[in-house]
Nanobody
Framework: QVQLVESGGGLVQVGGSLRLSCAAS????????MGWYRQTPGKQRELVAR???????NYGEAVWERFTVSRDNTKNTVFLQMNMLKPEDTAVYYC???????????????WGQGTQVTVST
């Protein structure tokens, strides 16, 4: 059983910063990419940022140069540093990871429960 547990969401004013964390636990042989998606009511879930085991990363266009994704491979944890927050960043943020539970298994994609980020004017 693999679990992703997120933390760090909350309420922040426009222009402020927040840092999200997501820790993977359970049966984990290896983790390929880890990252963050976000969703608002009535819209599709969209990629915010993703980081690969080697350290390369890609970002959604809306957060480019404001958000930074990083990971601690020793702790199976991914972080999202969000700066210069805007009202349109308000959403539920979901952690996502491509994990291989055992050496003989395939890679599966897992999701966290989501954490609310609200940016107020």
């Amino acid at each position: 059983q693999v679990q992703l547990v997120e933390s760090g969401g909350g309420l922040v004013q426009v222009g402020g910063s927040l840092r999200l964390s997501c820790a993977a636990s359970g049966s984990i042989f290896s983790i390929d990419n880890m990252g963050w998606y976000r969703q608002t009511p009535g819209k599709q879930r969209e990629l915010v940022a993703r980081i690969y085991s080697g350290g390369s990363a890609n970002y959604g266009e809306a957060v480019w140069e404001r958000f930074t994704v990083s990971r601690d491979n020793t702790k199976n944890t991914v972080f999202l540093q969000m700066n210069m927050l805007k009202p349109e960043d308000t959403a539920v943020y979901y952690c996502n990871a491509a994990i291989r539970p055992t050496s003989s298994s395939a890679t599966f994609r897992y999701w966290g429960q989501g954490t609310q980020v609200t940016v107020s004017t």
